[in-house]
């Protein structure tokens, strides 16, 4: 498969990259780093890079910057750090991309155990990544021409084994599954 991984040398990126390079042939994307650029807070430079790109089976995202604070020092503009780069990012990703992707191919959104299990000082991160869920259930009802979407769900990435991580986005992707929320290490 050809695969466009977003974010490919954060942290995740790093640990996805040589695994999923062993069988595919994988194309990365980053605001300051990989073979493409790609600044996920700008539609125009999503649409850009699907310009670029032809034939492309698989889209990964585990990119996506979000505010990390507390509530009383939470505003909106803090808020939308988040929304506009990790949340409508990734939406934009899709409704951007679905216009590229191959036929059955697949789009994986990263979310996060915040949307879940938030924990005091990540409000932002709780609604970002609830709203990352709530729209990959919601379009996988309605993709076209067999294309799937799922979301990767991580808890604090230090903490999870390396296979596992790998083994939840191998899952989405190789796979045939459509709608799932994919938890990891909760």
Known sequence: ????????????????????????????????????????????SIKKLFKEIKNIDACICVAG???????????EEKLNIG????????????????KYLNDNG????????????PIKNNISKAIVNGGINSFVLAASLELERG?????????KVSDIPVNDLVNAYLKSVESSINGEIIKVNY
């Open 1 to 44: 498969m050809k695969i466009l991984l977003i974010g490919g040398n954060g942290e995740i990126g790093k640990i996805l990259k040589p695994a999923f390079a062993k069988n595919h042939e994988i194309i990365s994307a980053g605001r300051n780093s990989g073979d493409l650029q790609i600044d996920l807070s700008d539609i125009n």
């Open 65 to 75: 910057d979000c505010f990390t604070g507390d509530l009383l020092s939470l505003d």
């Open 83 to 98: 929304i506009k780069n990790k949340l409508l990012g990734q939406v934009n990703l899709v409704l951007v991309g679905q």
């Open 106 to 117: 697949s789009f994986t959104l990263t979310s996060g155990k915040m949307a879940d299990k």
């Open 147 to 155: 294309i799937r979407i799922n979301a990767i769900s991580p808890g």
